[in-house]
Nanobody, 119 residues
């Protein structure tokens, strides 16, 4: 089990940047594949980005490639999502997720943080 706490959401103008953080705790925190998802009202939660525990492999949704960067600091058990060139379509609740031992059936979710991009 991994416990997750997100921070860093807020209101930003189109073209601006935000950095989300997700602090993980728990026995498997250091060996978890970490990721970010987002959800808007009435839509399913969608994948944004992920990173393996060693940071050797990252994966991005097509709609964020070149704009968002996922990274992690294993000394702090924290994963980051740097979001640049934000547009109103990026407005959503962003959720951090952890897959202990890269097993998605063990996935834990954070509480979510709101990101609002104004035009």
């Amino acid at each position: 089990q991994v416990q997750l706490v997100e921070s860093g959401g807020g209101l930003v103008q189109a073209g601006g940047s935000l950095r989300l953080s997700c602090a993980a705790s728990g026995r498997a925190a250091g060996s978890a594949r970490m990721g970010w998802f987002r959800q808007t009202p009435g839509k399913e939660r969608e994948f944004v980005a992920s990173i393996t525990w060693s940071s050797a492999r990252t994966n991005y949704a097509n709609f964020v490639k070149g704009r968002f960067t996922i990274s992690r600091d294993n000394t702090k058990n924290t994963v980051y999502l740097q979001m640049n060139s934000l547009n109103p379509e990026d407005t959503a609740v962003y959720y951090c997720a952890a897959d202990p031992y890269e097993d998605s059936s063990l996935r834990s979710w954070g509480q979510g943080t709101q990101v609002t991009v104004s035009s």
